[in-house]
Every structure is written in C-alpha cells, then in structure tokens.
C-alpha cells in the first residue's frame, strides 16, 4: 500500500480513542475465535528487541478459569487499595466485580525473565513485549471490542501460574478483560500539549 494512500484520520482516532473499556461491554455476546487470532496477528507485527519474538498470548474464555483469575485480581484490587489507603476509581471497582463476565480474557506474556538490576536489560526485555500488547488493544479497538490495559494480576504471578499452566520461565505482563462495546463513547483524553512534554537538543530546552 502506498503511504499516500493510507486514512491518515481513521488511524489517527483509533490512536487517539483507544481507552479502557470497563463497563461498556455487552457481556453476554461472545467474541469469535477468529477476530482474537487475526488481531494477535497484528499485535505480533510490533517491535521487538533483537528478533525475539518471544511474547506469548494465553485467551481465557472458561467460565472456570474466568472465576478463578477474577478473584486473584479481585485480590490484588484490594492490596493495591489498601496501600493507598483509599478506593480506587469506581470504573476499576467495577472491572474489578465483573471480570469473570467478560467474554474474554487475554494475558499478555513473554518467555524468559527480566534479568534484573540493570535498566538497560529490563527496558529491553519489557520493550520487547509491551508493543504487542499496545498493537493488540488498538486492533481490538478498531473492530469495535472494549479493553483494559491492566498489571494489577502479576500481583499473584504464581498463582495465576498454578492456575493456567504458566511454565515458571514465562514472564506475565499485561492482562486484556475484552468484550464488544456496548453504548461506549471513546473520545480523546484530556493531556498536556506536545510543546510542554517534549524538548529539543537539551532536557527542558522547547523547540527554538
């Protein structure tokens, strides 16, 4: 495809619109294999550091296994809660409450571990996953499914381990509750202007 080609304004609001979606969600439609697939497809087209290619994408639709990672992440809800001494968003506490509804829950993860005490391996190894997960949440987006980017699970990583079958040398990252949207109305967020977030040639310096 020629660049000139490309909808720059349908990409650019996929970009700008892609928001969690925790309670605009048609629970009780379910999400067709094949839609999950292709848009993993997609999310493996992201970056990664030195052709590793080792994310991985565990999609939970048991009811079974639904219950049981809803409640550890019900769980690390309410250690996260209390560590902050007070509740958190009442769109959170909702996911929080009807994970085990959602159609479909998709772990995001990578084989091998985070070395561990130098920046510069960890930036490597979590840069080498995280773009998929982003890519997958904008490709679900752009077909009309709701998502939630959240990390609270890795909380329990051992249990969550136990639970599903994780090898110990697999390394649990983003977890994606999906469901089709339902009445959502996803609009950009409110955000600093690029100007006061970016400098030129020197930290804190703007553009000249």
């Known amino acids: 495809m020629n660049e000139d080609s490309l909808d720059l304004a349908s990409i650019d609001h ?9 309670r605009r969600i048609d629970f009780e439609r379910p999400i067709e294999p094949e839609v999950i697939e292709r848009c993993i497809e997609i999310a ?14 565990l999609v939970i639709t048991s009811p079974e296994k639904k219950a049981v990672v809803a409640d550890l992440y019900r769980r690390a809800y309410d250690v996260l809660s209390e560590a902050r001494g007070a509740s958190l968003k009442p ?11 959602m159609p479909a829950l998709i772990l995001v993860c990578a084989e ?20 998929a ?24 990583e051992q249990e969550v381990a136990e639970s599903l079958g994780i090898p110990d040398d697999v390394s649990q990252t983003v977890l ?11 609009k950009r967020a409110k955000r600093k202007p690029s100007a006061e977030v970016t400098y030129w040639e020197h930290w804190g310096e703007p553009r000249g």
Do not use: C
Request: glycine letters at 10%.
């Open 112 to 131: 091998g571990r985070p070395p561990g005490g130098s920046a510069a391996m960890n930036v490597g190894f979590y840069g080498s996953v995280l773009p």
């Open 91 to 101: 769109t959170q506490r909702a996911l929080a409450d009807r994970l085990h509804e």
């Open 133 to 156: 997960a982003w890519s997958l949440m904008l490709a679900l987006r752009a077909r009309g499914l709701g998502s939630t980017w959240t990390s609270l699970l890795v909380l329990h």
């Open 14 to 22: 996929v970009l700008e619109t892609t928001r969690s979606v925790r």
């Open 44 to 57: 493996t087209q992201s970056p990664t550091g030195i052709n590793a290619e080792n994310w991985r994408f």
């Open 176 to 186: 994606l509750p999906v469901g089709y949207m339902k009445d959502a109305v996803l």
